[in-house]
């Protein structure tokens, strides 16, 4: 397949177009660097509005994983609307372009979050579970809003609403790793939030997934089966570290230290489970944390 990856020099991206270049798929990355881009890339400028349609002409597949961070950095004004306006400015503009096409792609998969449901406390969380409320539910609510259009035209949409990626090269357990090793990890708030989560080496796995089943589309949660509770989490990663995890961050001490992102990242319950992956015979490379973390980690 000829396949376009948005975010392809980011923490899934770096994982994913290897990957696919590996099973013998074409890839073309979008890019915002028009000087240096190359015979694989195409520029665009989503913050502008630019892209041009006839690039993409012959793709088969679109992967879209671009957006501004939600871990770094407070929640000022300015970063929530730059969070927003990333991705869904761009998922618009890529809709735009795929429906210009004399022939769209056969699936477009556009990242999304478990953080659509909103904090739900112990509630299992599957792909049919209504939206939930808080400021990264909204952004998952217009971000996925984005590719209806595209969906309306009969192209494939899938809406791959992740968890936390696990990775050692980036992200939230990057930031971890520093202080447990030093013997200052533990819980947040009262550790019994839910938190759902994918190894990055699933990834790859997830998404050749999606583009070979061709009865998947819609939300679909990226996942493992079993997600854990912030204290089981912080137990294993202890265990794996061997290191001590007494310490706790109390809730208020949370939110003094990174405003609404706390409570947004940290302590926001969502138990979401992979149904759609699962029931359509996807086999989780990584499917219980320990694991995931020893292959990480050792």
């Not at 971000?143 to 899938?158: F, L, N």
Request: net charge neutral.
């Amino acid at each position: 397949m000829r396949i376009v990856v948005s975010g392809a020099t980011g923490l899934m991206g770096s994982a994913l177009v290897p990957s696919l270049r590996s099973a013998g798929h074409t890839v073309l990355r979008l890019t915002r660097s028009r000087q240096d881009a190359g015979a694989d890339e195409i520029w665009w400028d989503p913050a502008n509005g630019v892209l041009d349609p006839a690039a993409l002409e012959g793709v088969d597949a679109v992967v879209h994983l671009s957006g501004e961070s939600i871990a770094t950095g407070r929640w000022t004004q300015d970063k929530k609307a730059r969070i927003l306006n990333s991705r869904v400015n761009s998922t618009r503009l890529l809709g735009d372009a795929l429906i210009a096409l004399t022939r769209p792609p056969q699936a477009w998969i556009c990242a999304s979050a478990t953080g659509f449901y909103g904090s739900r406390g112990d509630e299992v969380l599957g792909e049919d579970s209504a939206a939930g409320t808080g400021f990264l539910s909204e952004v998952c609510q217009a971000w996925e809003a984005a590719t209806a259009p595209a969906a309306d035209k009969g192209i494939r949409v899938i809406n791959l609403r992740f968890g936390v990626v696990l990775s050692r090269a980036g992200g939230a357990l990057q930031q971890m790793l520093t202080p447990f090793k030093l013997g200052l990890g533990g819980v947040f708030g009262n550790g019994a939030q839910f938190m759902s989560w994918i190894a990055v080496d699933d990834v790859p796995g997830v998404v050749q997934h999606l583009l070979a089943t061709e009865s998947l589309r819609g939300p679909v949660n990226a996942v493992a089966p079993s997600p854990v509770t912030n204290r089981a989490f912080t137990e294993a990663l202890g265990k794996v570290l061997s290191r001590p995890t007494l310490f706790r961050m109390p809730a208020f001490a949370a939110r003094l230290a990174m405003g609404e992102m706390a409570d947004a990242l940290l302590l926001a319950s969502a138990r979401a489970v992979p149904k759609r992956l699962t029931d359509s015979g996807y086999a989780f490379a990584y499917p219980e944390l320990e694991g995931a973390l020893r292959h990480l980690l050792t």
